[in-house]
């Protein structure tokens, strides 16, 4: 099963499963014993996610980019050259075969209550929903 939370939300290993930060930027103050793995190539775009954050775009610009940017392939992320996206598809797929066998959890530092959140539609995505 895949679901959502905020990485600052309880941890509970037993429903948790796998916890997986999904952002650009692991946070300050936030250690490391918070998640399993940090996959920053699966959370959006420095500056996609700064135009939302900031209104110069709305919920539907951001979902219908940050898709776009999940679903691009190429061996670098033109955004951000640390970080590789090789194996983009393969990632995705991983992540849908572990969620149909084990608990995984999509984490970033939106709140908890926050639907207007990529977490969700990564969520989506790896459950074949988008």
Known sequence: MIQTKSIFSAIDSRKDGLRILVARFRGRGVPASRYHVWMANLGPSEKLLREFQSGLIGW???SRRYLKELRESDTLDRRNRTIKNHGQKFTLRL????GTRTNVTLLCHCSEEETHCH???LQKVLQGKV
């Open 60 to 62: 539907d610009e951001f």
């Open 119 to 121: 977490r969700h539609l």
């Open 95 to 98: 992540m849908q075969t572990l």
